[in-house]
C-alpha cells in the first residue's frame, strides 16, 4: 500500500483519514442493491448505533448525503402538524435549524441564547412553561461555529420533567464526545460520516429510539426524499437505502468504523483533548486569544481572534503551502479564525502546527 500525502486538516471536517479509510473505498464495482452491499449498511447502522445507544432500542437511519441533509429530514419529519419546535439558537447551527423550519412553515420558536455562555435553564423552561403545545427541543451539542458545548444532560432533564423529544444536532461531537442517548433522554440525534468517526464524506444519519419512529406514522409527510419514516421503513424491509447510496463512502465508512471501535470512543476524545490541551497552551503563550472560555468548551474546534493587522486570506496560504489547513470564522461581529483538532491527527500536529504559526506572526 502506497503512502498517501498527509494533509492535516484543521477544519472541522471532512477531518483528515488515516490511509487504510482512504485504500477502503477501492474495491470491484457492485450494484449497491445486492445482498453483500446490504449487509455492509446493517453492518454500518448497528455499529453507529452501539456508539450511543443500545441497539435493541435505537436505530441508525442512514442517508446519502451531507449533515445538514439529516438536520433537515428529522426536523421536517418528527414534529406533529399541529405541534411546535423550541430551537435552540446560540451559534449559526442552531440558527440553521431555526432556517431549515422556516423553509417548511413549520411553527417554531428561536430561543436566542450566548454564543460563547451556557444556556439559562431557567429562562428556557420558562419559554417551555407559556406553551403547552411544544412536542419538540432541538439543539446544537457542539456548536461548530465557536466550540461551545451545549450540556445535554441539563438539556435531557428538561424535556423529560416536560415530556417533550429532545434532538441533537451532534455533528462535531458524535463519536468524540461519549454520548448515551437513554441516560441523557434522547429521542433523535444527527451525525455524518466525515467527522469525528473520520471517514469520508457523504454519508449522514438519524439515530433515533425505535418507539419514537412508531409515532412518526401519524404525521403527513412534509417531504419526500428526506422523509425519515420512509428511510427507517424501506431499510427494516429490503436492507437498502431508498435512493443510490454512495457506494465507496459506505465501504470508507466500515473502515472508520473499525478503526473507532479500536481505539474507543472515550480514548478518542482524550486524544483530541490532548491536542486541544497544546493547541491552547501554544496560543496563550503566542498572547492569542480565543473566544469560549475553557470551562464551556468542547475541545474539539477553537475560534481564535485574528491579530490587528492580520489577514485570514494571507494566513490560510501560508499554511496551506505547508500542508495544515485553517478554516474561516463564523461568528458575526468578531474577526476569528478557526482550528479544529479532529481527524487522524494528534498533538504533534499541533506542536508543528503552532510553530508554524510562531514563524508567521513573526
Ligand atoms: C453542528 C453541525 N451541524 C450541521 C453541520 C452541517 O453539515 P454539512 O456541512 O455536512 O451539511 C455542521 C457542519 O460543520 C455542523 O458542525
Known sequence: MNKIQRNVLLNPGPATTSDEVKYAQVVPDICPREKEFGDLMEYISLELTKIVGDETKYTTILFGGSGTAVVESAISSV?????????????????????????????????????????????????IKKDNNISHLAVTHNETTTGLLNNLDDLGKIAKKYDIELIVDAMSSYSAIPINMEKQNISY????????????????????????????????????????????ENFIKEH???????????????????????????????????????????????????????????KIITSIYIPENMDFDDMHDYFYDKGFTIYPGKVEDFNTFRIANIGDIDFRDMELFLELLGKYLK
Open 79 to 127: 414534529v406533529p402538524h399541529n405541534k411546535k419546535i423550541l430551537i435552540v439558537n446560540n451559534g449559526s447551527y442552531g440558527k440553521r435549524i431555526c432556517d431549515i423550519a422556516n423553509a417548511y412553515d413549520m411553527d417554531y420558536i428561536e430561543f436566542k441564547s450566548s454564543a460563547t455562555q451556557p444556556i439559562n435553564l431557567s429562562n428556557l423552561e420558562d419559554t
Open 240 to 298: 437498502q437505502m431508498r435512493f443510490t447510496p454512495p457506494v465507496q463512502t459506505l465501504y470508507a465508512l466500515k473502515q472508520a468504523i473499525i478503526e473507532t471501535k479500536k481505539e474507543g470512543v472515550q480514548n478518542r476524545y482524550e486524544r483530541y483533548s490532548k491536542s486541544w490541551d497544546t493547541l491552547v497552551k501554544g496560543l496563550n503563550s503566542l498572547n492569542l486569544k480565543y473566544l469560549v472560555a475553557d470551562e464551556f468548551h468542547s
Open 189 to 232: 440525534l444527527m451525525a455524518s460520516s466525515n467527522k469525528n468517526i473520520q471517514g469520508m464524506a457523504g454519508v449522514a444519519f438519524v439515530i433515533a429510539n425505535k418507539k419514537n419512529i412508531e409515532k412518526l406514522k401519524d404525521i403527513k409527510p412534509r417531504n419526500f426524499y428526506l422523509n425519515l419514516l420512509a428511510q427507517y
